[in-house]
């Protein structure tokens, strides 16, 4: 039976990026605090950035190593990405950002609970991590409404930080120690 790489929820589609996505795309991300608060997001961000993103997005998909969609609304085309690429042992790591214009209205909270749905249903995926930076408690409350707990806090990297900052680390039926990436 075919995967399928579409899945929705009440309010949205989530599906793999598409070049055409790459202008609305850019003119969600290209954001300082957006980018300070994702791991490899540069700023600021062009539509050749998310050229480049989505190739690698199909690319990493067709490895089966990460599974990158758009969060798309039926009048404002994409509105955010969620997605979660393989961690430790079973255990995936998500990932999600929201176009700064309808963060608080639950955006990543719904796509995020259909992705986990979706991981599960189409790959059997039980075990998740995840990770926020501490100066993002916005993201802490999204996990938190996942069912992740929060198991500790290590020092994350940012493209747009020009380093390493602290981040809360969680895990949702991954060990702590897979989500601190001490072990498998």
């Not at 790959?123 to 930076?133: D, M, N, R, S």
């Not at 409404?145 to 809360?168: I, M, N, P, T």
Request: glycine share 10%; aromatic share 10%; net charge positive.
């Amino acid at each position: 039976m075919a995967r399928s790489f579409e899945f929705k929820s009440e309010r949205f589609l989530m599906r793999p990026p598409v070049a055409q996505d790459a202008r609305q795309i850019a003119c969600c991300v290209n954001d300082k605090t957006m980018a300070r608060n994702l791991a490899r997001l540069p700023h600021p961000y062009a539509p050749s950035d998310a050229l480049d993103w989505i190739a690698y997005a199909d690319k990493a998909r067709a490895q089966g190593r990460e599974y990158a969609f758009v969060i798309t609304h039926v009048e404002a085309g994409v509105i955010g990405s969620v997605g979660f690429n393989r961690a430790r042992g079973e255990a995936w790591e998500i990932g999600y950002w929201v176009d700064p214009a309808v963060q608080g209205k639950g955006v990543a909270t719904e796509a995020a609970t259909a992705l986990l749905a979706w991981g599960n249903r189409e790959f059997g995926i039980t075990k998740f991590v995840a990770g926020h930076f501490q100066d993002n408690p916005a993201s802490g409350r999204v996990l938190e409404k996942l069912g992740f707990e929060r198991v500790g806090e290590k020092q994350l990297y940012s493209l747009a930080r020009g380093g390493k900052d602290l981040a809360w680390r969680y895990a949702l039926g991954a060990s702590a120690d897979v989500a601190m990436g001490v072990a498998r």
